[in-house]
């Protein structure tokens, strides 16, 4: 103990919600004081029960809110989802359309090229038969 002391403990903490006609002493508060304090304290505690209840129905409707708002972005998502899908297919068949088309140029050309060597071999007198396969 040379130098080193604690502060004296505390006995008695005072709750700050206590109303004041709690601090007075106890010899000078009457018996109706005493009912009023505690009508007081009930009417307190309803409305603290009340601002609880509020605030807990606020809380529940902004969870709907955010639950509702993330439906929304999900149904938005998906949709946005489809659309690129959608889009991908459409440019898939576009891609295949002009190989198509590519094709048939390719085809024509060729046909084009057999049935003039076709009519050259038969102004030539040569036999066809070599150019079927």
């Not at 006995?11 to 106890?26: G, N, R, T």
């Not at 009508?39 to 605030?55: A, S």
């Not at 048939?104 to 038969?129: A, K």
Request: charged share 50%; net charge negative; aromatic share 6%.
């Amino acid at each position: 103990m040379d130098g080193f002391r604690l502060p004296p403990v505390i006995e008695e903490v005072l709750d700050p919600y206590d109303e004041l006609c709690e601090l007075k002493d106890k010899d000078e508060e009457k018996p109706r004081d005493k009912e009023k304090c505690q009508q007081q304290d009930e009417e307190k505690e309803v409305k603290e029960e009340k601002v609880k209840k509020v605030e807990e129905d606020e809380e529940d409707k902004e969870q709907e809110t955010n639950e509702g708002q993330d439906e929304e972005e999900d149904g938005e998502r998906e949709a946005w989802e489809e659309e690129q899908e959608v889009e991908e297919l459409r440019a898939q068949v576009m891609h295949l359309l002009m190989e198509l088309e590519e094709t048939r140029e390719v085809s024509q050309r060729h046909e084009d090229s057999f049935t003039e060597m076709q009519g050259q071999c038969c102004r030539l007198g040569v036999s066809c038969r070599f150019f079927w396969f």
